[in-house]
């Protein structure tokens, strides 16, 4: 077996940090849309990220 070079071993360390970043941000996106489904099937409104209720936006 051959051992690992410094220079594959950083690829190798790279590559895993930015797989989970994108995991990360896919999941960020998922949860929001998710809680944007929600506010808006309890009749809210989604405005800049927050979740307006029915009773605020009739007021």
């Not at 594959?8 to 941000?25: E, G, K």
Request: net charge neutral.
């Amino acid at each position: 077996m051959t051992r690992a070079t410094p220079k594959h071993q950083m690829f190798r360390l790279l590559r895993t940090f930015i797989l989970v970043m994108v995991a990360f941000v896919a999941g960020m996106m998922y949860e929001r849309q998710g809680q944007q489904d929600i506010c808006e099937n309890g009749g809210g409104l989604w405005v800049s990220n927050i979740c307006l209720a029915a009773e605020m936006i009739n007021d």
